[in-house]
C-alpha cells in the first residue's frame, strides 16, 4: 500500500480501494479531534453515504498556562497573500467575567475578509481558550459576518460575550479605514478603495 497524498487528502482512500486512512497515517494536524473526524468522513466514504462536513477548519488547542486555540486563517498568511481583512479584538481585562476570574491580559481576535465581512479566522489566548474557540468555529462554518455576533445575545457576565465585543471592535475598525488592504493598512471607507487596480 503506497501513501498517495492527493486520494488521501479527498476521500481518506489510500490506492488499494477498501482501505481507508485517518488520525497520524494522514499528514495534516495530529490531534484526537482532527483523527476522530478524518474516521468519520473515512467511513462515509467507504459506504458512499452522502457528505457531511469537510476538514479544512480544524481548530487548534494547547492547554497551557495561558490557553492558546485557533481556527481559520492568520493575519500573517493574508498578508502574505495580500488578502483584504479587518480585525476585531476584545481582552480579557474588558469583560467582567474576565475581571471576575482575575485575567488580566488575555485576548480573543476575530478576523473577516473585506469587503465581504465574512469571519475567517479566531485566535484566543486565555482562560478556557480552548472552549472558547467553538463559538467562532461555529461562526465560520456557518458563514458568520460581524451583524452575526453583535446581533446574537450572551449570557452575562461571560467570557463568551467577549465575541460581540470582538465585532463591535472590527466593524469600528472598518468604519474608521482601520483595514488591511494589498500591502499596508489603509484609511478610509470607500467601496472604490477594493476595487482591482487598472494598469496605467
Known amino acids: 500500500m503506497r501513501h498517495e497524498q492527493g486520494l488521501l487528502e479527498e476521500r481518506f482512500q489510500t490506492n488499494v480501494p477498501n482501505i481507508y486512512a485517518a488520525g497520524d497515517v ?6 484526537s ?3 476522530m473526524k478524518e ?6 466514504n467507504a459506504f458512499d453515504l452522502p457528505s457531511r462536513g469537510d ?7 494547547v492547554w497551557t498556562i495561558p490557553e492558546l486555540s485557533m481556527v481559520g486563517e492568520t493575519e500573517e498568511r493574508l498578508r502574505k497573500e495580500k488578502r483584504h ?4 479584538r476584545c481582552r480579557y481585562n474588558q469583560n467582567p467575567r474576565g475581571t471576575l476570574i482575575g485575567e488580566p491580559w488575555g485576548l480573543l481576535k476575530l478576523i473577516f475578509s473585506a469587503p465581504e ?6 485566535h484566543v489566548i486565555g482562560e478556557n481558550a480552548c472552549e472558547l474557540i467553538a463559538c ?32 463591535y471592535d472590527a466593524m469600528g475598525n472598518f468604519e474608521r479605514g482601520n483595514y488591511y488592504r494589498g500591502d499596508n493598512w489603509i ?12 494598469p496605467g
Open 85 to 88: 481583512h479587518f480585525v476585531g
Open 187 to 198: 484609511a478610509g471607507n470607500d467601496p472604490e478603495l477594493f476595487a482591482e487596480e487598472t
Open 39 to 44: 474516521a468519520r468522513l473515512a467511513m462515509i
Open 136 to 167: 467562532g468555529l461555529v461562526g465560520m462554518n456557518m458563514g458568520a459576518t460581524t451583524s452575526t455576533f453583535v446581533d446574537s445575545c450572551f449570557n452575562y457576565p461571560s467570557l463568551s460575550d467577549m465575541d460581540k465585543y470582538a465585532a
Open 117 to 122: 465581512n465574512q469571519l475567517v479566522g479566531v
Open 26 to 31: 494522514v499528514s495534516g494536524i495530529a490531534l
Open 55 to 61: 476538514i479544512t477548519r480544524v481548530p487548534i488547542g
Open 33 to 35: 479531534s482532527t483523527a
